[in-house]
Nanobody
Framework: QVQLVESGGGLVQAGGSLRLSCAAS????????MGWFRQAPGKEREFVAA???????YYADSVKGRFAISRDNAKNTVYLQMNSLKPEDTAVYYC?????????????????WGQGTQVTVSS
């Protein structure tokens, strides 16, 4: 059974940084694509970033240059480093495990999800 547990969310001022962690069990993070999504109140869940099994990274345009996805294979954990945060980044952030080594930016590309962690950016 695959379990994903996010941590690291919180309240931060605009311009600040946070690092989210996603600890995985039942799935080796280096064997499949791993992604981050977010959902703001009243909005649909949206793609943020993904890392493929062989290390290729890609990002939503809204976070490109500010966010960075990475993983620690020894810890079986995926991270999302978020810098230069803006109030519009406020959302619940979800970690997701892909269905293949190169899952895309659609929610349907991911078969397992964490419970989410709240990120709030104040202006």
């Amino acid at each position: 059974q695959v379990q994903l547990v996010e941590s690291g969310g919180g309240l931060v001022q605009a311009g600040g940084s946070l690092r989210l962690s996603c600890a995985a069990s039942g799935r080796t993070v280096s064997s499949y694509a791993m992604g981050w999504f977010r959902q703001a109140p009243g909005k649909e869940r949206e793609f943020v970033a993904a890392i493929w099994s062989y290390g290729y990274e890609y990002y939503a345009d809204s976070v490109k240059g500010r966010f960075a996805i990475s993983r620690d294979n020894a810890k079986n954990t995926v991270y999302l480093q978020m810098n230069s945060l803006k109030p519009e980044d406020t959302a619940v952030y979800y970690c997701a495990a892909g269905n293949s080594y190169s899952s895309g930016s659609y929610s349907s590309d991911y078969g397992y999800w964490g419970q989410g962690t709240q990120v709030t950016v104040s202006s």
